[in-house]
């Protein structure tokens, strides 16, 4: 069974402070590996998708990478509107289609 | 605007009383899936649907029903809710697959009483 596991479960950044979410992952044959943003009382928002080791995105002040074990989530120079809860989740190739298995997510707060 | 709508965003009920939710989508995908969402445990799905009269059991399945007559609904069931069914739940779509960017909406809070 996919298992995964983000650290940490609880961030405080200054504003201008970078740092970095961690999401490890257990899962027979990766075919994708998800991120999504979630504010307070609100759906989960799309940020980006990775489908192999190596790979990387970016988006404003966010960068996802992905090795065989792990995706870390970079928040460069946060401000106050990056704090959001940030959900990782994959899809393994044992999962039937629509299976997602989510992280319990990491909640970030940026202060000015 | 393409957008998942959920209603009601927020339920009190009772043990025992029927209940269903809504959930539409306007952008003609073909997946669609329910999930909840409780504290340290993050987002377990219920059901999943790949298409009209096409579903299948998620994580979580028990104690819920689905249907997907049409293309753009699928609604939760709680044919008997118990109080382990307070909740927040999410329905999402996609367009063709698990690895495209999948659209969630608002979430609906349930409570049983």
């Known amino acids: 069974e996919d298992q995964v596991t983000q650290s940490p479960e609880a961030l405080r950044l200054q504003e201008g402070e970078s740092s970095s979410l961690n999401c490890s992952y257990t899962?027979?044959?990766?075919?994708?590996l998800f991120w999504y943003r979630q504010d307070p009382g609100k759906g989960p928002e799309f940020l980006f998708t990775l489908y192999s080791a190596g790979e990387e995105k970016e988006k404003e002040r966010l960068k996802a990478t992905l090795t065989k074990k792990e995706s870390f989530l970079h928040i460069t120079a946060p401000k106050p509107e990056d704090s959001a809860t940030y959900l990782c989740?994959?899809?393994?190739?044992?999962?039937?289609?629509?299976?997602?298995?989510f992280g319990a997510g990491t909640q970030v707060v940026v202060t000015p | 605007e393409a957008q998942v709508t959920q209603n009601p965003r927020y339920l009190i009920t009772v043990t025992g009383k029927k209940l269903t939710v809504t959930c539409s989508q306007n952008?003609?995908?073909?997946?669609m899936s329910w999930y909840r969402q409780d504290p340290g445990l993050g987002l377990r799905q219920i059901y999943y649907?790949?298409?009209?009269?096409?579903?299948d059991k998620g994580d979580v399945p028990e104690g819920y029903k689905v249907s997907r007559k049409e293309k753009r609904n699928f609604p939760l069931i709680l044919e008997s809710p118990s109080p382990n069914q307070t909740s927040l739940y999410f329905c999402a779509s996609s367009l063709s697959n698990t690895y495209t960017e999948a659209f969630f909406g608002q979430g609906t809070r349930l409570t049983v009483v």
């Open positions: 952008m003609n995908h073909e997946y």
């Open positions: 989740a994959v899809h393994g190739a044992a999962d039937s289609w629509g299976k997602l298995q």
């Open positions: 649907s790949m298409n009209v009269e096409v579903t």
């Open positions: 899962v027979s044959g990766l075919r994708g």
